[in-house]
């Protein structure tokens, strides 16, 4: 090798240690590793864009230290997010072609897991969820967010669907008891039950109405 040609490979050396250097200093002091095919590269945020330079996912590391992965659809629509609340929350939100959010299913803290729809104006609409003895509950709202019927089972096992008023009271329930008997039940606005039609263990139908303060007025047998 000629004194030239040496001097020519150190400078391409050096050259290529600042480079090496600069890049690992990019990446925060995380090298890139390499092995066989595999590539692992660090960082704490990465984009993904298209062809015009719009961002459309997105994968973020908060100051906090939790992640938020975001899909975009066109420029400025959210159509998918998966984030962790700093309460512990795993949240996974869809959105529909407008970026308006319509599903979330979410884990919360205490592991239960709960299922929300919302339609175009935002409000809830529908809601599945365990409660934390791990019943399963379904609600279902009106056009303002108010819970108009629910369905869910007791602590002994009955099953239960609910009707509420205005203000999100119970009026109206028809259960099915552990022993497997029917129950129709009527309560005012108070919630107290004024009538109720069940069937006895023997399939005798019983009715019973009642004054605000529970006591039987009526009944029959």
């Known amino acids: 090798m000629s004194r030239g040609q040496f001097a020519l490979t150190l400078v391409i050396v050096a ?9 690992s200093d990019r990446l925060k002091g995380r090298p890139v590793y390499a092995q066989g095919f595999a590539r692992i590269i660090e960082a704490q945020e990465f984009r993904a864009v298209d062809a015009g330079g ?28 998966l984030t962790l609340d700093p309460d512990g929350t795993s949240r996974l939100a869809l959105g529909d072609l407008g970026g308006n959010g319509r599903a979330e299913l979410c884990v919360l803290p205490d ?27 379904l609600v279902l709202a009106d056009g303002v967010g108010t819970p108009r019927a629910e369905l869910r089972l007791d602590a002994g096992s009955g099953a239960w ?16 008891l552990p ?9 005012d606005a108070a919630r107290k039950c004024r009538v109720d039609l069940n069937l006895l263990a023997d399939g005798t139908p019983a009715l019973a ?9 009526w009944g029959s047998p």
């Open 179 to 187: 022993d497997g008997t029917p129950s129709i039940l009527f309560s």
């Open 161 to 176: 669907f609910g009707l509420t008023d205005d203000a999100g009271n119970v009026r109206a329930e028809l259960g099915v």
């Open 209 to 217: 109405l009642r004054d605000a303060a529970g006591r039987k007025l």
């Open 111 to 137: 592991g239960r897991p709960r299922l929300a729809l919302v339609d175009a104006a935002g409000k809830p609409r529908t809601e599945l969820s365990l409660l934390p003895d791990g019943r399963p509950r």
């Open 15 to 23: 050259v290529a240690g600042l480079l090496g250097g600069a890049l």
């Open 54 to 81: 719009e961002v459309r996912a997105a994968l973020v590391v908060r100051a906090d230290g939790r992640p938020r992965l975001v899909l975009g659809g066109d420029p400025g629509k959210t159509r998918a997010e």
